[in-house]
Nanobody, 122 residues
Framework: QVRLMESGGGSVAPGGSLTLSCAVS???????MAWFRQTPGKDLEEVAT???????RFADSVKGRFSISKGNPPGTLTLQMNSLKPEDTAMYYC?????????????????WGQGTQVTVSS
């Protein structure tokens, strides 16, 4: 059974940076993984995905500011967030689709972490 645990959230001023990590415990086969975020009263938003073979995709709202990577350190999914804006404030979740190597838009993820809060405020 795969389990996910996020860390690295916190408070930062606009323009700052944060690095979110997702520790993956269990089998580490190559499968699709992603970062999502949600604010109260809004839908869950897909922020970034990385396929089992390393193909990445980003939401338009974070392109050029966020990057996603995995395996460094081993068993970790990372979201590097730069040039943060107040609208990036949200609970961030790590997710995995254990049955797919490639990430399929709209397909539900079957494994989720508990979330880590990011607050961007002056």
């Amino acid at each position: 059974q795969v389990r996910l645990m996020e860390s690295g959230g916190g408070s930062v001023a606009p323009g700052g940076s944060l690095t979110l990590s997702c520790a993956v415990s269990g089998p580490t086969n190559s499968y699709c993984m992603a970062w999502f975020r949600q604010t109260p009263g809004k839908d869950l938003e897909e922020v970034a995905t990385i396929s089992g073979d390393g193909v990445t995709r980003f939401a338009d709202s974070v392109k050029g500011r966020f990057s996603i990577s995995k395996g460094n350190p081993p068993g970790t999914l990372t979201l590097q967030m730069n040039s943060l804006k107040p609208e990036d404030t949200a609970m961030y979740y790590c997710a995995a689709d254990l049955l797919m190597v490639r990430c399929v838009p709209g397909r539900p993820y079957d494994t989720w972490g508990q979330g880590t809060q990011v607050t961007v405020s002056s």
